[in-house]
């Protein structure tokens, strides 16, 4: 288990503020955020690099603040491997053993089982200089874990490989992870990486923390306007509330017209719909008509991403839409005067919890 | 093993790719590229070796045999290659943990101590001399080293060291902090959470990835207290086999006409510091400035 409470640390204009994680025994933690948000910072904090100026370290209960990089029991992988070049792969993989005084018999017996695990066998007697990303990857991670650690802090550990490298090694780290019950804190700007591994997340922002909870959590229900652009949703409107409607809903003044929430609005709101719950209709099918919370827009660009197909939608508002490629299909927006009807389902609405009055 | 033979596979394809645009062999504007820089290389290389070759051509064999064979070439020999590798040892032993700091900390006067630190290497070598006589014949510290201490450096075999050491050491405190500018600190770092000190971070990491560095650092001081010449005239004499080095026999046999003595002992120089440079490359890798 980890626990950073309430850390702050600054470095030049930056500042990092009452930063507050906690990551439990066995769990896989990503911390999401942009370039420059203070993520590696964070990261450095918490492997004793960086001296934090307020706040508390717990590791599995321990109070490691003050204590050395050495004496915290973490392994730490940074972005950039930082691979020992004048070692071998084996005496790379080994080096804490033997900064530990271990036998070279016994180093090498861990320097076998651990590459054994990661699939390295076969480069133990290379050197640094001739290895691939995923291989450098492979390694350093195998140089972290051999001292077992009981955390193991990532720092962008897969940008610099290729989408088949990356998702190869995002399996094999949530495996590394769950077989030997391992906390780990992984940073990255990726959302795609953070859901194949994260069994919890955070985003965070110059410095300051936005949300913690599940990706699911991130995904659909974010605190602010902030961690929804940052999943990548920009589909969030200022409305009115105007009367309360059947079952719960509430009926809001947007725009020029008027849409049904699902749910409860109090006065002035922020909404969010993410895309790909805009349902889009060809405009001759219809969508069960102009009924509720339906109007008629412009398709205004598209592009094929593989799994959805994007479209960038302008009506009462400007919008952005995923759909199948099926449905893109059936659009038929090359023939037609790329005009359809959208519709929102009252249900697909979230309402911010910020008010803004 | 799948893996990592479609890895390798995808590696040796770029590899190809790249030779097949960059690699200097190949395509006109790389050749004339490498023809370009590689012919500056041969006019010095040339030139050089020109000179070397005119002396040897200059001199009688007899004039070589003399000069082996006496005794007070071989005593100055012998004070050239103990005190130049006396004042390298020193050199490197300030170098490497000065170069070190100059290269990781920041602290209130670093710009002034990097600046004074380069300071010897622009001094004319006959002020660098006349400070050092000044200073442990006219200044109280000085003298109390010389007469309070007991350790005579003025005209005495150790005053060549002292004179070289100030001279040279420069370029070794110069050659280690670049050595570790280059070395990243992040592999420190990491060093420090798999189990090290600071000191251990030091030992293990740092000063092996800086070890070229520093060893061309080490050859530029050798090479240049061992051809140390105007400052020792002053500071330390020339008192036959005693302070007198190579360098300042040559200018004695030059003062007294025997220009061929001279040349001859010029060649034997020339012959040391090559052999010297070449085993000191040899055992200590690569370097990667010089």
Redesign the interface.
């Known amino acids: 288990m980890i626990h950073a409470k309430n850390l702050n640390f600054s470095i030049g204009d930056f500042r990092l503020r009452n930063v507050d994680i906690k990551v439990e025994k066995g769990k896989y933690f990503v911390l999401l955020g942009p370039a420059g948000s203070g993520k590696s910072i964070f990261l450095?904090c918490l492997?004793?690099?960086r001296r934090v100026e307020k706040g508390s370290i717990f590791i599995d209960g321990r109070i490691v603040t003050n204590l050395?990089?050495?004496q915290?029991n973490?392994?730490?992988v940074?972005q950039?491997y930082?691979?020992?070049?004048?070692l071998s792969v084996e005496d790379n993989i080994t080096?804490?053993l033997k900064?530990?005084g271990q036998s070279k018999s016994k180093r090498n017996e861990a320097a076998e089982g651990i590459a054994e695990v990661l699939?390295i066998k076969?480069?133990l007697k290379r050197r640094i200089a001739g290895l691939?990303g995923?291989?450098k990857q492979r390694v350093a991670l195998g140089?972290?874990l051999v001292?077992k650690p009981s955390v193991l802090l990532m720092d962008e550990p897969v940008c610099a490989l290729d989408e088949a490298?990356r998702q190869?090694i995002c399996a094999l780290l949530r495996k590394i992870s769950d077989d030997l019950n391992l906390t780990v804190i992984h940073v990255s700007h990726n959302i795609e990486e953070a859901f194949s591994v994260a069994d919890g997340a955070a985003i965070i922002s110059e410095g300051q923390l936005q949300q913690t909870g599940t990706l699911n959590k991130l995904l659909r229900e974010p605190a602010n306007e902030y961690v929804a652009r940052f999943m990548r949703c920009n589909n969030i409107f200022s409305c009115k509330a105007l009367e309360p409607a059947p079952r719960g809903a509430t009926k809001v003044e947007f725009c020029d017209g008027t849409l049904v929430v699902g749910s409860k609005v109090n006065g002035f709101a922020k909404l969010m719909v993410r895309p790909e719950n805009v349902e889009v209709y060809n405009i001759n099918e219809g969508g069960g008509g102009l009924g509720i919370n339906a109007a008629e827009a412009c398709v205004l660009e598209w592009r094929d991403f593989g799994s959805y197909v994007r479209l960038q939608l302008d009506g009462q508002s400007s919008l952005v839409a995923h759909v199948s490629y099926s449905t893109f299909k059936r659009l038929n927006l090359e023939r037609s005067s790329n005009r359809v009807i959208v519709r929102l389902r009252p249900d697909s609405f979230y309402v911010f919890p910020e008010i803004h009055t | 093993m799948e893996y990592s033979g479609y890895e390798n596979f995808l590696e040796s394809r770029e590899e190809k790719m790249l030779k097949s645009v960059d690699s200097p062999t190949s395509g006109w504007s790389s050749r004339v590229f490498a023809a370009l820089t590689l012919f500056f290389v041969a006019v010095f290389v040339t030139i050089i070796a020109m000179l070397i070759i005119a002396d040897i051509l200059y001199i009688d064999k007899q004039a070589v045999i003399e000069v082996l064979k006496a005794d007070f070439v071989r005593d100055s020999l012998w004070v050239s290659v103990w005190t130049s590798f006396t004042a390298t040892a020193i050199s490197l032993l300030f170098a490497i943990p000065m170069g070190y700091a100059l290269s990781r900390f920041r602290f209130p006067g670093r710009l002034l101590a990097d600046t004074i630190v380069d300071l010897p290497i622009v001094f004319p070598p006959l002020v660098a001399g006349l400070t050092l006589l000044v200073f442990f014949s006219q200044t109280f510290i000085g003298s109390w080293i010389e007469d309070g201490l007991g350790f005579e450096f003025v005209f005495q075999p150790k005053g060549i060291v002292l004179c070289q050491l100030f001279v040279s050491a420069s370029f070794a405190i110069r050659s280690a902090k670049t050595a570790f500018d280059d070395v990243e600190l992040r592999g420190e770092h990491v060093a420090m959470t798999l189990g090290c000190t600071r000191w251990g971070s030091f030992r293990y990491v740092a000063l092996p990835l800086a070890k070229n560095g520093i060893i061309a650092g080490g050859i530029l001081t050798w090479a240049r207290a061992f051809g140390l010449f105007g400052p020792l005239m002053i500071f330390a004499g020339t008192f036959r086999g005693r302070t007198e080095v190579l360098s300042t026999t040559i200018y004695l046999e030059l003062s007294a006409g025997n220009l061929e003595f001279a040349l001859a002992i010029a060649l034997l120089m020339i012959f040391i510091a090559l052999i010297s440079l070449m085993i000191i490359r040899a055992v200590g890798g690569k370097a990667q400035i010089l």
């Open positions: 450095e492997c004793g690099i050395e990089p050495r915290r973490i392994g730490y940074p950039d930082a691979l020992f070049k004048h080096f804490a900064v530990k699939g076969h480069l691939s995923g291989e140089r972290a001292a490298r190869e």
